[in-house]
């Protein structure tokens, strides 16, 4: 636990591109890794089945080579002994017995012909009979050899056991044909019982051999070797050795105490000469002899590690392409961050005309970081965009106050004087004066609402009748104002002179512009929508050109020149409201005349809008 801490703190502070190439690097390195084991152990089991598998074909090769001279033995050595003439001469009971020197010359003369014959027949072996020493042609040692060498041997005792009963022996032979000592040869010799009963009624039996050169043998044995340095030897059922791929190589191996036998388990470890060997055994199909394979595990080592290096060779060939690729990755993703990073420490040095299209080059790859980019700038655009929109909000904001004190130092003095004027024409009795000094008097004290921006739904259209009532002095009451506000709407607020404006409007620009228009009629109404109020104005005048609604009803900030009108009520909603929030000109249906707009307010009480705005 305090090394995995260790190296998660490590981490922590490595720079974000040795991270990043980490990242990269360690679950390939991790899949390598696991890759190369996986392979390492599927390759030995595969090479050491395949070396197996190619050892079992050599050995069956050898095998049914062997197997053949085997086979060729025994088919001659029936052929000696089921040939009649050599049974008829063998059959006499004077045959092979000590006598004159003449009749052992004629039964040489009368037996060699039918050996020559039978060899004649199978070149690649050699017969023979064993005669007594006493017999004079028992010295040829070509086709007849003394019977002394059979009874001489140290093994005599188990071999003449299995003659008698019948079956046959097999062992090494020397050939002693030559006086040369290195030009003998060892043969593998097959023995059998030739049983003559003689004409005096006396049974009798010679031995007789067929043989084949221990060098052929030896060279099959030679081509079941499956690596340089391997031995392979053939023993009998008795655990004799008969021939080996290296007489050398095995005489060295004997010489330390190795022991040749068939007792080895297969694929078992042997330690001989300094050298470990596998060992693998086959049984000949014919018989119950072995082959036996002793394989040095350093050439069978060898072969695989031939094939490790090259899984080496292609791990570091991969890891070397994966570092690379991670560098230039981690290079290029950091690269991009810095370039962030850097406009991001502009910006907080106070640079605001930073943009970082222009700190790296126009190479758009469509990832994350593009659009990190893009909304950077964008975020840039957009602060610069507000501070300049706060700047010019201040400046209205200052005129706006400027106004409202200047309105402040005149109310007063107006409302007073307008009250002498209504008390004084009540006195004369004078109505008509006193109830437009009071309409005018009421106008303005709403107007100024003591300074405040959120005026009572109720106080709003009071307001309204106000200017109404006052302008229908000047054109003789051709206005005619209804209202359709229902009481439950008039207990909500609104901003103040949001309605009165486009009654002006449709006054101004209907018949103060018209002289032909001599009446004007003028709807209030207001509905309850989703929690928001909406107003509609209607008028039957001149109506309004759309592009004219859309410029007046424009998101941008209108000037200071244009008071309390249109554009002004526009932005004072959204400003306060939000976005969704404003005025809408209705043209559709209006094309002949007539005027439509749509007040789109939130709706709050008295108390909630002067929290909002802050007037509280």
């Given at each position: 636990?305090?090394?995995?801490?260790?190296i998660?703190?490590?981490?922590r502070?490595?720079?974000?591109?040795?991270k990043?190439f980490?990242?990269?690097?360690?679950?390939?390195?991790?899949?390598?890794?696991v890759v190369?084991?996986?392979?390492?152990?599927?390759?030995?089991?595969?090479s050491?089945?395949?070396?197996?598998?190619?050892?079992?074909?050599?050995?069956?090769?050898?095998?049914?080579?062997?197997?053949?001279?085997?086979?060729?033995?025994?088919?001659?050595?029936r052929?000696i002994?089921?040939?009649?003439?050599?049974?008829?001469?063998?059959?006499?009971?004077?045959?092979?017995?000590p006598?004159?020197?003449?009749?052992?010359?004629?039964?040489?003369?009368?037996?060699?012909p039918?050996?020559?014959?039978?060899e004649?027949?199978?070149?690649?072996?050699?017969?023979g009979?064993?005669v007594?020493?006493s017999?004079?042609y028992?010295?040829?040692?070509?086709?007849f050899?003394?019977?002394?060498?059979?009874?001489?041997?140290?093994?005599?005792?188990?071999?003449?056991?299995v003659?008698?009963?019948?079956?046959?022996?097999?062992?090494?032979?020397?050939?002693?044909?030559t006086?040369d000592?290195?030009?003998t040869?060892?043969?593998?010799?097959?023995?059998?019982s030739?049983?003559?009963?003689?004409?005096?009624?006396?049974?009798?039996?010679?031995p007789v051999k067929?043989e084949?050169?221990?060098?052929?043998?030896?060279?099959?044995?030679?081509?079941?070797?499956?690596?340089?340095g391997?031995?392979?030897y053939?023993?009998?059922?008795?655990?004799?050795?008969?021939?080996?791929?290296?007489?050398?190589?095995?005489?060295?191996?004997?010489?330390?105490n190795?022991h040749?036998?068939?007792?080895?388990?297969d694929?078992?470890?042997?330690?001989s000469c300094?050298?470990?060997y596998?060992?693998?055994?086959?049984?000949?199909?014919?018989?119950?002899?072995?082959?036996?394979?002793?394989?040095?595990?350093?050439?069978?080592?060898?072969q695989?590690?031939s094939?490790?290096?090259?899984?080496?060779?292609?791990?570091?060939?991969v890891m070397?392409?994966?570092?690379?690729?991670?560098?230039?990755?981690?290079?290029?993703?950091?690269?991009?961050?810095?370039v962030?990073?850097?406009?991001?420490?502009?910006?907080k040095?106070?640079?605001l005309?930073?943009q970082?299209s222009?700190?790296?080059?126009?190479?758009?790859?469509?990832?994350?970081m593009?659009?990190?980019?893009?909304n950077?700038d964008?975020?840039i655009?957009?602060?610069?965009?507000?501070?300049?929109?706060?700047?010019?909000?201040?400046k209205?904001?200052?005129?706006?106050?400027?106004?409202?004190?200047?309105?402040q130092?005149?109310?007063?003095?107006?409302?007073?004087?307008?009250?002498?004027?209504?008390?004084?024409?009540?006195?004369?009795?004078?109505?008509?004066?006193?109830?437009?000094?009071?309409?005018?008097?009421?106008?303005y004290?709403?107007?100024?609402n003591?300074g405040?921006?959120?005026?009572?739904?109720a106080?709003?259209?009071?307001?309204?009748?106000?200017y109404v009532?006052?302008?229908?002095?000047?054109?003789?009451?051709?206005i005619?104002?209804?209202?359709?506000?229902?009481?439950e709407?008039?207990?909500?607020?609104c901003?103040?002179i949001?309605?009165q404006?486009?009654?002006?409007?449709?006054i101004?620009?209907?018949m103060?512009?018209?002289p032909?228009i001599?009446?004007?009629?003028?709807?209030?109404?207001?509905?309850?929508?989703d929690?928001?109020?909406?107003?509609?104005?209607?008028?039957d005048?001149?109506?309004?050109?759309?592009?004219m609604a859309a410029?007046?009803?424009?998101?941008?900030?209108?000037?200071?020149?244009?008071?309390?009108?249109?554009?002004?009520?526009?932005?004072?909603?959204?400003?306060c409201?939000?976005?969704?929030?404003?005025?809408?000109y209705?043209?559709?249906?209006h094309?002949?005349?007539g005027?439509?707009?749509?007040?789109?307010?939130?709706?709050?009480?008295?108390t909630?809008?002067?929290?909002?705005?802050?007037?509280?």
């Amino acid at each position: 636990m305090k090394l995995l801490t260790y190296i998660k703190q490590h981490f922590r502070r490595l720079s974000m591109r040795r991270k990043l190439f980490l990242s990269y690097m360690l679950p390939v390195l991790f899949c390598c890794i696991v890759v190369i084991i996986v392979a390492s152990i599927t390759l030995q089991k595969r090479s050491e089945k395949n070396l197996r598998e190619t050892l079992d074909q050599y050995n069956t090769q050898a095998d049914n080579l062997l197997t053949s001279y085997l086979q060729s033995m025994q088919y001659i050595t029936r052929q000696i002994l089921n040939n009649s003439e050599l049974s008829r001469i063998c059959s006499d009971p004077d045959f092979a017995r000590p006598g004159d020197d003449l009749s052992s010359i004629r039964e040489y003369l009368q037996i060699n012909p039918i050996f020559q014959l039978i060899e004649l027949q199978n070149g690649n072996y050699r017969i023979g009979m064993y005669v007594p020493d006493s017999v004079l042609y028992s010295i040829n040692n070509y086709y007849f050899y003394p019977l002394s060498e059979i009874t001489g041997r140290g093994d005599y005792a188990s071999l003449s056991e299995v003659l008698s009963s019948g079956s046959s022996v097999y062992c090494i032979l020397q050939d002693k044909s030559t006086s040369d000592p290195k030009s003998t040869q060892d043969y593998l010799a097959q023995i059998t019982s030739f049983n003559i009963n003689s004409g005096d009624g006396t049974a009798r039996s010679f031995p007789v051999k067929t043989e084949i050169s221990v060098a052929a043998l030896q060279k099959a044995l030679t081509n079941a070797r499956l690596t340089e340095g391997s031995l392979v030897y053939l023993i009998d059922d008795r655990g004799s050795l008969i021939a080996s791929s290296d007489p050398d190589s095995l005489s060295a191996l004997l010489s330390d105490n190795f022991h040749v036998n068939n007792t080895f388990a297969d694929w078992s470890t042997i330690r001989s000469c300094g050298t470990d060997y596998y060992v693998y055994r086959h049984r000949l199909s014919s018989n119950n002899w072995w082959i036996v394979s002793l394989i040095p595990r350093a050439e069978y080592g060898r072969q695989v590690y031939s094939l490790s290096l090259l899984l080496l060779f292609f791990f570091a060939i991969v890891m070397m392409i994966a570092a690379i690729t991670s560098s230039l990755l981690a290079r290029y993703y950091t690269n991009r961050i810095s370039v962030l990073n850097s406009a991001i420490n502009e910006v907080k040095g106070g640079n605001l005309s930073v943009q970082v299209s222009r700190l790296t080059p126009p190479l758009p790859s469509g990832d994350e970081m593009d659009t990190l980019y893009q909304n950077f700038d964008y975020m840039i655009q957009r602060m610069c965009d507000l501070m300049k929109e706060e700047y010019r909000l201040g400046k209205s904001i200052s005129h706006a106050e400027m106004r409202a004190l200047q309105a402040q130092i005149n109310p007063h003095f107006l409302y007073n004087t307008l009250d002498l004027i209504n008390w004084g024409a009540m006195d004369y009795g004078a109505d008509k004066v006193a109830r437009l000094s009071r309409d005018l008097g009421q106008f303005y004290r709403l107007s100024l609402n003591h300074g405040n921006s959120s005026i009572r739904i109720a106080d709003e259209i009071r307001h309204v009748q106000s200017y109404v009532s006052i302008e229908n002095v000047h054109y003789e009451d051709a206005i005619d104002l209804r209202i359709d506000v229902p009481d439950e709407i008039r207990q909500y607020a609104c901003l103040n002179i949001t309605l009165q404006p486009f009654v002006e409007n449709a006054i101004v620009h209907g018949m103060a512009e018209h002289p032909e228009i001599t009446s004007c009629d003028i709807t209030i109404r207001a509905v309850l929508r989703d929690g928001d109020i909406i107003f509609t104005v209607t008028d039957d005048g001149p109506g309004i050109d759309p592009d004219m609604a859309a410029k007046i009803t424009d998101d941008s900030m209108p000037g200071s020149g244009k008071g309390f009108g249109v554009a002004n009520i526009c932005f004072r909603i959204r400003l306060c409201y939000g976005s969704e929030y404003g005025v809408r000109y209705i043209t559709e249906g209006h094309e002949d005349g007539g005027c439509e707009v749509e007040i789109r307010i939130k709706a709050l009480s008295l108390t909630a809008l002067q929290k909002e705005l802050g007037e509280q």
